[in-house]
């Protein structure tokens, strides 16, 4: 049986260093560009990555959100797609996962 308030408090620990991790890449992100134009250009590729890094942490939040709000819902732990159970092996790895080892391929 899922202990739904143990995967809610680790839910809302990922949520917040997604967080930080967001407030990271935007303090780095507003930094001003060095004016010396090779230092200029080596900056706007570390910019290149770190807006990349930006988007999966965004994309990553955005799954925890869904996945707090499933437990809101009582569907935490349902797969989204067939409504099976999602095993606690696969939450265990995955605790915002959707879906089920079988729909997830």
Do not use: F, W
Not at 18 to 33: F, I, Q, S, Y
Not at 54 to 61: D, I, T, V, W, Y
Not at 76 to 98: F, N
């Amino acid at each position: 049986m899922i202990n739904i308030a143990a995967r809610k408090a680790k839910l809302l620990e990922k949520l917040n260093e997604m967080n930080a991790r967001l407030t990271k890449v935007e303090d780095a992100l507003d930094d001003p560009l060095p004016k010396d134009s090779e230092e200029a250009a080596l900056e706007r590729e570390d910019d290149e990555v770190l807006e990349e890094v930006g988007q999966s942490a965004l994309r990553e939040k955005a799954m925890i959100v869904a996945a707090l709000e499933r437990i809101v819902a009582g569907k935490y732990g349902q797969c989204t797609l067939c409504e099976e159970d999602i095993s606690e092996a696969r939450l265990d790895v995955l605790p915002y996962t959707p879906t089920c080892h079988k729909c997830a391929k």
